[in-house]
């Protein structure tokens, strides 16, 4: 039973995501949901208690789960300058894997920001993947100012900064009609030069 009800609601969350991307978050419904699911919008609640977590669950599973791994694969024994940057440029380049070769995310992204102005799609997203893991960044950073390894700032700026550095060079993806993917040597040496520029503002003085 457990099997097929984790299996029922993997499907749910597909549809969702097909039905978010194609109506939007505002234009979506559950009982369009549930008539493409062939069943009742009282099972849809069942496993969601509203569009909302719905939709977080969405996001979570298409868009932010590489988030979740990032973070969760930071080291929690960084000691030194040195292991503090492996692991950051590790973080950024599972980050960056799924933002630039992933195309049902990217689709999750363009919605968001399309939704962003007129719902909650864009909080809704924050909540469910980039705000933990900027959290969780931030943590990292502030133990390592603790330590004297780089410069005392605001661990969550220091956070926003990296990842907006590690995005930087492909977020105009977003706009572009068919990006091509990024082969891992170029996803190491956007990382580089972004943990490079982050680093050096970040030295103590």
Known sequence: MKVRT?????????AAAELFQEAGYEGASMNELAKRLGGS????????????ELFGAVV???????????????????????ALEMALIHFGERMLHVLTNDKKALAVYRMVVAEAG????GQLFHDAGPSESTAVLASVLEEAMA????RRVDATVAARQYTALVTAEVSARIFQRDPPPLSLKEIQQLVARAADLFFAGMTPR
Request: proline share 4%; net charge positive.
């Open 118 to 121: 007129r719902s909650d799609a």
């Open 6 to 14: 984790e299996a029922r609601r993997q499907a749910i969350i597909e």
């Open 147 to 150: 330590r004297g390894e780089i």
């Open 41 to 52: 919008k009282a099972t849809l609640y069942g496993y969601f208690p509203s569009k909302e």
């Open 60 to 82: 979570r599973t298409v868009a932010t789960a590489h988030l979740f791994d990032a973070t969760r694969e930071l080291p929690t024994d960084i000691v030194g300058r040195t």
